[in-house]
């Protein structure tokens, strides 16, 4: 996975580099035919140079590989805008990127392997998250309560106009612990009750499934764009290509989830067990 905006580059010059050479082309070739100075190619190649919409149909019309064109313009604007680092992005800010996005977005298909997903966070679960990120990242806590209300605003997507939301976790979601065993247990709770949102899936991968998909954090909007959360970044994907292995990704951990009343009996062990362990005369 590309991780850095120079690599991207680099990634993404390397792949027209194959293109020029599958058509049997050198680089000065390419370049008298496109009418450009002699070392454009070289500086898109190597990543110096990021080239414009029409440089990649040029580039498509004289390796003869037109058909590739809309796969190579939303990678370069994955090269252009997915890299977006945690420090350069106030958090408030990241959050009403967020609300605006989901706004938009019909079905949005969500993966969780460790903590709840944002939208269906209780206050004070979201405030413990949002007081680690802000720690781990030695961001000022002033930002949190404008960085909280900006996270529970987004909730009211759940609630208006005709969006579709489908929520796969793993079962690891369900014992990471994150504050005290009585916010987990309002937390938990809060899960019964989102399943029973008419527009709402939530299902959950068992620990002990097969592993079958190499899988991290990643929500989908629609089918037009990916987003993933690394621990410097978060990636935004447009690519055609990339997307459909996500596409791919969600559906078989959809196949592996278990849902409705079974769900809720997994959820419902993971409190019994909250409240065995806080339960001072056991």
């Not at 899936?201 to 959360?229: C, H, W």
Request: a negative charge; glycine letters at 4%; one cysteine or more.
């Amino acid at each position: 996975m590309t991780t850095t905006a120079k690599e991207a580059r680099e990634a993404f010059g390397e792949r027209l580099r194959n293109l020029r050479k599958d058509a049997g082309l050198t680089g000065r070739q390419l370049s008298e035919l496109a009418g450009w100075h002699s070392s454009k190619v070289s500086r898109i190649e190597y990543g110096k140079q990021t080239p414009t919409d029409a440089d990649l149909q040029a580039w498509c019309i004289h390796t003869r590989t037109d058909d590739q064109l809309p796969d190579l313009v939303a990678n370069l604007r994955n090269v252009e805008a997915s890299y977006l680092e945690w420090r350069r992005m106030r958090l408030p800010h990241r959050q009403k990127q967020s609300v605006a996005a989901e706004a938009k977005t019909n079905l949005m298909r969500w993966y969780e392997p460790v903590v709840v997903p944002g939208l269906l966070q209780t206050p004070p679960y979201a405030e413990a998250i949002l007081r680690m990120v802000l720690d781990f990242y030695d961001e000022p806590e002033s930002d949190i309560e404008s960085s909280l209300g900006a996270r529970l605003e987004r909730q009211q997507v759940l609630y208006r106009g005709n969006h579709r939301f489908y929520f796969i976790l793993a079962e690891q979601v369900l014992h990471t612990r994150v504050g005290t065993a009585d916010l987990m247990l309002e937390q938990l709770d809060r899960l019964l009750t989102a399943m029973s949102l008419p527009r709402v899936v939530l299902g959950i991968v068992p620990t002990k499934a097969d592993y079958r998909t190499p899988v991290n954090n990643f929500i989908m909007f629609d089918s037009r764009m990916v987003q993933v959360e690394t621990i410097s970044a978060e990636l935004t994907i447009t690519q055609p290509s990339e997307i459909a292995l996500y596409d791919k990704a969600f559906h078989r951990l959809k196949d592996q989830a278990i849902h409705g009343q079974d769900a809720r009996a997994m959820i419902a062990a993971a409190m019994a067990d909250l409240r065995s362990d806080h339960d001072p005369y056991t």
